[in-house]
């Protein structure tokens, strides 16, 4: 079966960046692959997807400042992370699925990473 690891995460000043990190393994071909954040006290939102053909989007709290991207060579996801803000202190977590409605929806996910803490100050 598919795993994703994190390693990363970490505390930043506002204003600064992030980068996070997922490394995949198991896959059998191409999938689709996003991040999600659950804040503190609030359920879990997306943050931003790819899908299989290197396609993303956003969400709108987000465009302007955050980044996905992916290297296949090294079966990894990053999220580049700019411009935070304390709003963004959260749990991240990274996440595949061959099914991109269940991507998009945030339900029904496959495979999730074990999640890095990301705190704003």
């Known amino acids: 079966h598919v795993q994703l690891v994190e390693p990363g995460g970490g505390s930043v000043q506002a204003g600064g960046s992030l980068r996070l990190s997922c490394v995949a393994s198991?896959?059998?071909?191409?999938?689709?692959m996003g991040w999600f954040r659950r804040l503190p006290g609030q359920e879990r939102e997306g943050v931003a997807l790819v899908n299989s053909d290197g396609s993303a989007g956003y969400a709108d709290s987000v465009v302007g400042r955050f980044t996905i991207s992916k290297d296949n060579a090294k079966n990894t996801l990053y999220l580049q992370m700019n411009s935070l803000t304390p709003e963004d202190s959260a749990m991240y977590y990274c996440a595949a699925d061959h099914n991109w409605s269940q991507m998009v929806s945030g339900r029904g996910v496959d495979y999730w990473g074990q999640g890095t803490q990301v705190t704003v100050s």
């Open positions: 198991g896959y059998t071909s191409p999938m689709n």
